[in-house]
């Protein structure tokens, strides 16, 4: 009987250390062209591998995609899109200004005045804002690039976010998936306040 148990504990401990296959967590969502409809919202292609999905909470109608390195300490990369970005201005560079006031703000982070630009995605006005951060306590830093442009009459953005360790050089070829992903949104129908 004690050979049995020992068998089956055995069994299992070494059943735990096989590694498990990666499951896709968009695969139910993957469209033929490679793009992912996300909750019957809006479609995009992600960033492919090493990017992972950061959450699937269904009442989130924001999307985010991280990448990490080991190397170094932070060394985190985020892609994401957010329906709600901080303020309530409609006018673009107003948005901003009250978005880079809360902006990070439970990181300590202190930002340089943005580099803002004017632009059109899809076809709408756009305001891209380019600002490195630091935290002086913990001696860390933020590459940041976000992409305000409107949905109906709202705002709406796209962020990336890449930090590093004071002394570490950022990694500006991540930005390309950013650049990526932000060129394959699309919305599938208007948004629940473009209804009303």
Same mark, same amino acid.
């Given at each position: 009987?004690?050979?049995?148990?020992?068998?089956?504990?055995? &069994?299992?401990?070494?059943?735990?250390?096989?590694?498990?296959?990666?499951?896709?967590?968009?695969?139910?969502?993957?469209?033929?062209? *490679?793009?992912?409809?996300?909750? *019957?919202?809006?479609?995009?292609?992600?960033?492919?591998?090493?990017?992972?999905?950061?959450?699937? $909470?269904? $009442?989130?109608?924001?999307?985010?995609?991280?990448?990490?390195?080991?190397?170094?300490? @932070?060394?985190?990369?985020?892609?994401?899109?957010?329906?709600?970005?901080? &303020?309530?201005?409609?006018?673009?560079?107003?948005?901003?200004?009250?978005?880079?006031?809360?902006?990070?703000?439970?990181?300590?982070?202190?930002? $340089?005045?943005?580099?803002?630009?004017?632009?059109?995605?899809? *076809?709408?006005?756009?305001?891209?804002?380019?600002?490195? *951060?630091?935290? @002086? !306590?913990?001696?860390?830093? !933020?590459?940041?690039? !976000?992409?305000?442009?409107?949905? &109906?009459?709202?705002?709406?953005?796209?962020?990336?976010?890449?930090?590093? @360790?004071?002394? !570490? @050089?950022?990694?500006?070829?991540?930005?390309?998936?950013?650049?990526?992903?932000?060129?394959?949104?699309?919305?599938?129908?208007?948004?629940?306040?473009?209804?009303?």
């Amino acid at each position: 009987m004690i050979r049995l148990f020992v068998a089956c504990l055995f &069994g299992l401990l070494a059943a735990a250390c096989i590694p498990q296959p990666q499951v896709d967590p968009l695969a139910a969502l993957r469209q033929p062209d *490679g793009s992912v409809e996300w909750q *019957g919202e809006f479609a995009f292609v992600p960033p492919a591998e090493p990017w992972h999905l950061v959450s699937l $909470d269904e $009442d989130d109608y924001s999307i985010a995609f991280s990448r990490e390195c080991f190397d170094v300490f @932070p060394c985190q990369t985020t892609v994401a899109y957010a329906e709600e970005p901080f &303020g309530y201005s409609k006018d673009l560079l107003e948005r901003q200004e009250e978005f880079f006031k809360r902006y990070l703000w439970a990181s300590r982070v202190v930002f $340089d005045k943005p580099q803002l630009q004017k632009t059109t995605i899809a *076809g709408k006005e756009a305001l891209v804002a380019v600002v490195e *951060g630091v935290e @002086p !306590v913990k001696e860390q830093k !933020v590459w940041s690039k !976000v992409i305000f442009t409107h949905r &109906g009459e709202r705002v709406v953005a796209f962020y990336f976010n890449q930090w590093r @360790p004071s002394e !570490v @050089p950022f990694e500006r070829v991540d930005v390309e998936a950013f650049d990526r992903f932000v060129e394959s949104f699309r919305y599938l129908k208007p948004s629940f306040f473009e209804t009303l």
